[in-house]
């Protein structure tokens, strides 16, 4: 044997192990095999033995590893970790790690995903969805509550009530609904189908505030006393945190709370005296119980010695003394209720905090834990649910406007934007689907939670953009018949809210994703924290896991580069096969790339928002991927569907390579040296085709069982303007046979308009049943609605003082005419 054929057989043999991440114990096994064949055949004498014994004895020898070698580098990472505030430790620390973890560890487990349950509803949630759900649709006219009332009219108020909308997350003994997480997100979707003032109120009390907030932490009393009444409605919650100088940065809250001594029902008491000013408040305007997050202080040590407390949450009802609260602010026209409130010396008992006088101090933490699954519910399953309607209206619109004597649906233009919001709308749903599946499996998803809400809002943003374009001067005059108009005002709402997205996706996913998805990071910088010998302990262990983590993943990377990841193996032999393996090694890639960032900046990568961004985008959209996979594999593969899934994966592994690669490129030497292990071909996953677009463009056109699968639990009643456009499209497919029927017969091109006077020539020609003209007919009426805007008298577009002006002019006219 020559010296390079034993060289790259061990190369081989030890990259194989690493690859497969054996123990050190089966590595060194290896190496000393490889050592001794090489004596065996007389490839070299000694000095390759040294070597291997100067690497590996250390390693192996307890006493100098640990003892040495973790010791000294346990001393040195407790003076350079980075000091985290009490603030951004809870943050951290909320939660649990799922699908996530397993992303983040270069070698996700396939099957694992396929063994996650699936979402399902109960015969109870099912029947809401279909009764109640579908009731309030119907009767919530859109365009009188954003425009008229601004406001949903009291009947609605009083159904959302009666059938306990705001109850989704309460539990059945206190007479809420204790809805599954999958089904409140159902339940979401179809309303925001609808309506965003309509999903607005419903979403809020059922996300993060008093009620979710009452059932974990709430004393039995609080409980006794609050959830009934939220259940049944007769109370309506808000919560309220942020401030005009505290927005994003929501731990900077200056609003206090001063433990003092004060009269309560007649009785001095020892109570906690309020300042606030908060303004953004969802329901706070008709709330009448308002959960509060203050800074507590208690300078005269009255309850004990600690003086600054931290964030406390409490709740006031409404007609405290001294809160001002009522005026309203007006979310970009979609009047939702929300407004400031603002308490000057308000004085509350300490049985007013939410879990009680323990429960002081512990506000950041509860909001935590509480946002990790609220947040994966609202704004996702609220975009979702738009997505979803989205696709259906605006590839029927394609179908039934036509321009240049064609439908514009088939314009190529056309077919890229439709095709956008098709795949979007499968994706989103997946996504949805996925995350809220495992928040039913007991799940807190903290990064998960960040994940989806930045991407379900941005991606709703792209879908309305393209919806908008598509209607053109349709979806922009406004009126009754414009079902576009106020969802697209509307959606920078979601963007804003629960983490501004720029903040969200700057530092909220990585920042929270490196150290809660590693599967060493997190356990090194508690070990750290921990004296004497447990700390080494723990410390030594992770740090050498950590070490031969790297090296695993270098290898895995170089293999996965070098061979297009084509023999790694997935859990399906079809044409998604290859998904699976690239996801497997861009997977390889973010664990290499994260260890590399942390290890070359440390606390530093911090302040580097646009990189730790990018990496945020690598595990977001190994997220996603995994979701759309995971939803094929739920439905049961259909075939028919998979065209969406291509659209949705090539795009989603398009934007995973985009991230990637513009981080090495922004990453130096280091990151050149790792593009050409990660990248040695350069690109290799492509944009969704413009033949795939087509395909998804024309299958949102007309109505068949992908298309039915894609909007599945929308409100598609012809009582509801999305419903009403699906019988347009239907009557308008049904008569373009007919249509051509009658032009053969005149022997002559006719226009695709004034389809009732085509419909009777048709009839004059004798190639028209009555049945058929009347359906040309009706085709027309509802093809002249669909396409037809509003216009208005200039009077009927004044508001406020100009329009009471006015009205008191036409009383005076009225009046000198008599
Ligand atoms: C309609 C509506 C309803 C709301 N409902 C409630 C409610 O019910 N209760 C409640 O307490 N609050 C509520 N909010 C407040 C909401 O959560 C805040 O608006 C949000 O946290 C952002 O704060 P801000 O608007 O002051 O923006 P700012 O904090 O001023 O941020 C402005 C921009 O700077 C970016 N930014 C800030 N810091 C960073 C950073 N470190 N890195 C990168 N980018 C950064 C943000 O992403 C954003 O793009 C609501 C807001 C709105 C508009």
């Given at each position: 044997m020559s010296v390079a054929i034993w060289c790259i057989a061990t190369l081989i043999v030890l990259g194989a192990l690493l690859y497969h991440r054996v123990s050190l114990r089966s590595f060194t096994l290896g190496t000393v095999v490889m050592l001794a064949l090489g004596t065996l055949f007389s490839v070299f004498a000694w000095i390759p033995w040294v070597i291997a014994a100067i690497i590996l004895l250390p390693l192996n020898l307890s006493f100098i590893r640990k003892g040495v070698i973790a010791k000294r580098i346990l001393s040195v990472f407790r003076k350079i970790m980075p000091e985290m505030s009490q603030t951004e430790r809870d943050a951290l620390e909320a939660g649990t790690v799922w699908w996530d973890g397993e992303i983040f560890s270069g070698k996700p487990n396939w099957k694992k995903l396929h063994s996650i349950p699936a979402g399902k509803l109960s015969a109870e949630e099912q029947a809401f969805l279909d009764g109640p759900c579908d009731e309030v649709c119907a009767m919530l006219d859109d365009w009188k509550a954003t425009h008229e009332l601004a406001d949903m009219p009291e009947d609605v108020w009083q159904y959302l009530k009666d059938n306990k909308?705001?109850?989704?997350?309460?539990?059945k003994e206190y007479g809420g609904l204790e809805f599954s997480a999958y089904a409140q997100s159902r339940v979401l979707q179809k309303l925001a189908g609808h309506s965003t003032i309509l999903a607005s109120t419903v979403g809020v009390p059922n996300s993060l505030g008093p009620g979710e907030l009452l059932q974990h932490y709430g004393t039995k009393a609080q409980q006794d006393y609050y959830l009934p009444r939220l259940a049944t409605g007769e109370e309506i919650p808000c919560f309220a945190l942020t401030s005009p100088e505290a927005g994003?940065?929501?731990?900077?809250?200056p609003d206090t709370g001063i433990v003092c001594k004060g009269e309560w029902e007649g009785k001095e008491v020892v109570g906690i005296r309020l300042n606030f000013n908060k303004r953004y408040i969802t329901l706070a305007p008709i709330a009448t119980v308002v959960g509060l997050a203050f800074k507590m202080y208690d300078p005269d040590g009255l309850i004990g010695e600690q003086e600054d407390i931290g964030i406390t949450c409490a709740l006031l009802p409404r007609d405290i003394k001294g809160m001002t609260i009522g005026r309203r602010h007006l979310p970009l026209n979609v009047p939702f209720h929300n407004g400031p409130i603002q308490g000057e010396d308000v004085f509350i008992p300490m049985d007013f905090i939410i879990g009680g006088q323990a429960m002081a101090g512990k506000g950041w933490r509860m909001l935590m834990e509480c946002l990790s699954v609220g947040r994966v519910i609202t704004l996702p399953s609220n975009s979702a649910g738009g997505a979803k309607s989205l696709a259906l209206v605006t590839g029927a619109y394609a179908r039934i406007r036509r321009q240049f004597k064609l439908p514009i649906g088939k314009m190529e233009g056309v077919e890229e934007a439709l095709a956008r919001i098709g795949g979007n709308a499968y994706l989103m749903d997946a996504v949805t689907k996925f995350s809220t599946a495992g928040l039913d499996q007991g799940e807190k998803p903290s990064v998960i939670s960040a994940i989806s809400k930045y991407h379900m809002t941005e991606k709703l943003r792209q879908c309305m953009n393209d919806a908008m374009d598509v209607h053109g001067g349709k979806g922009i005059c406004l009126g009754p018949n414009n079902y576009l108009g106020r969802g697209y005002q509307g959606t920078p709402v979601a963007i804003t809210v629960e983490g501004a997205n720029i903040l969200t996706r700057s530092l909220m996913i990585y920042g929270q994703g490196a150290i809660r998805c590693h599967p060493y990071v997190l356990e090194e910088m508690e070990a750290a924290a921990v004296p004497g010998k447990e700390g080494l302990d723990r410390f030594d262990k992770a740090l050498f896991g950590h070490i031969g983590f790297v090296f695993s993943n270098f290898v895995r990377s170089l293999w996965l580069g070098l061979t297009g990841a084509r023999f790694t193996a997935a859990p399906a032999n079809d044409s998604t096969a290859h998904y699976y393996r690239q996801m497997t090694r861009f997977s390889s890639n973010l664990a290499l790339m994260s260890d590399v960032a942390m290890g070359v900046l440390g606390g530093e990568l911090k302040r580097r928002e646009r990189l730790s961004a990018r990496l945020g985008d690598m595990l977001s959209y190994l997220f996603i991927g995994s979701a759309i996979l995971k939803r094929f594999e739920d439905d049961g593969r259909p075939a028919d569907d998979l065209p969406l899934v291509h659209w949705a994966m090539q795009d989603s592994l398009n934007k995973l390579q985009q991230s990637q690669l513009e981080f090495l490129e922004n990453f130096g030497a280091i990151g050149s040296v790792l593009k050409g292990i990660m990248f040695p071909f350069g690109r290799i996953v492509k944009a969704p085709s413009d033949k795939l677009g087509h395909k998804i463009s024309r299958m949102l056109m007309e109505p068949n069982a992908t298309r039915a699968r894609l909007g599945e639990g929308q409100f598609l009643s012809e009582k509801g303007p999305f419903g009403y456009v699906e019988q347009v499209l239907r009557d308008i497919i049904a008569i373009e046979p007919l249509h051509d029927k009658v032009q053969k017969a005149a022997g002559e091109r006719l226009p695709f308009m004034r389809l009732h006077e085509i419909g009777l020539k048709g009839k004059e020609l004798g190639v028209l049943s009555d049945e058929e003209v009347a359906l040309f007919k009706r085709a027309e009426e509802g093809r002249l609605r669909v396409i037809n805007v509003d216009d208005f008298d200039p009077a009927d577009l004044l508001a406020g003082q100009a329009a009471r002006d006015y009205a008191l002019a036409q009383v005076g006219k009225e009046k000198s005419v008599a």
């Open positions: 909308f705001f109850a989704m997350i309460i539990k994003s940065d929501a731990g900077s809250i």
